[in-house]
């Protein structure tokens, strides 16, 4: 029977930001055309609509539901530069030849489309099974706790499939199913302890930048107005997330060399 590693959070934390300094300019690079202008890019060409107090639920949802049927396609293709841009950065952290950013592109729009197959399968299984357990948890819990009760057990799948983008990027694995079971295998036993990680790394990350986009907030309503007071705070909010999405893409790739049973990883500092 194999043995069954430990995630340690400390180690992974350092591991995770001895990468983002040793691959600081490309990780840079990365995230200013993945995740930067495609923020801006959604913010100018498909802005949110804009909900006036007063709407009815009815209102609200009839809104919606125009914006993102006129907005679908580029929604869509916005949504998968994301996810190259996180395979991209995998590649640049994990590959130990040291890829230009030209190759880890190469190398991650290659292995998108498994990715993209292997989110869509773990989306297809979690949300009938939220809505199952939400259907039996409303029979003895009131109805906003049993959806949060629903939601909350969801979380365990979430993490055990949360090494998928790593797994996909690191052994070019084509096989979405396969992806997804290689990320079940190497969590086995640290559902609890990734979640904790991550979990506390996202609440300290929410608390940074809300003050920051407070801050932000405050400066641009004094120097600007109307439209440009928007694209600049849209640009700003961008930046931040960028950041913040550098280093959870780092977190990823150091779990995955610490769980891994095949290396210890790829970068060193």
């Known amino acids: 029977m194999t043995a069954v590693t430990t995630l340690d959070s400390s180690a992974a934390w350092a591991s995770a930001t001895r990468m983002v300094a040793a691959n600081r300019d490309l990780l ?3 995230a200013g055309v993945f995740y930067l202008l495609p923020g801006i890019a ?27 049927t006129t907005a679908f396609p580029m929604l869509f293709a916005l949504s998968l530069l994301p996810m190259a841009g996180m395979l991209t950065m995998l590649v640049a952290m994990l590959d130990t030849a040291r890829p230009t950013v030209e190759q880890a592109i190469k190398q991650s ?14 989306a297809l299984a979690i949300v009938p099974l939220s809505m199952a357990l939400a259907s039996v948890l409303v029979l003895f819990l009131p109805d ?28 070019t694995i084509r ?15 640290n559902a609890g302890r990734i979640l904790l990680f991550v ?13 920051l986009m407070m801050f932000v907030g405050v400066v641009l309503v ?21 950041f913040g999405y550098t280093y959870f893409v ?7 060399n610490q769980l891994s049973s095949n290396g210890s990883g790829a970068v060193s500092s």
């Open 175 to 189: 096989n979405p199913v396969r992806a997804i079971r290689e990320s079940v295998r190497m969590t086995q036993g």
């Open 199 to 211: 979990g506390l790394a996202g609440v300290v990350f929410l608390v940074i930048y809300g003050l």
């Open 109 to 122: 729009l290659r292995v998108l489309p498994t990715y993209f197959a292997s989110q869509l399968l773990i």
């Open 28 to 30: 840079t690079a990365i």
């Open 222 to 242: 004094l120097l600007f107005k109307g439209e440009p007071q928007r694209l600049l705070g849209e640009a700003m909010a961008g930046a931040v997330l960028a």
């Open 144 to 171: 906003r706790l049993a959806v949060s009760a629903a939601l909350g057990l969801l979380l365990y799948p979430i993490m055990r499939t949360m090494l998928v983008a790593p797994v996909v990027a690191g052994q």
């Open 250 to 256: 780092a977190m990823l790739a150091a779990i995955y």
């Open 42 to 68: 959604g913010a100018v060409f498909a802005p949110a609509p804009t909900m006036t107090p007063g709407m009815s639920g009815e209102q609200i949802l009839a809104v919606m539901q125009d914006y993102y």
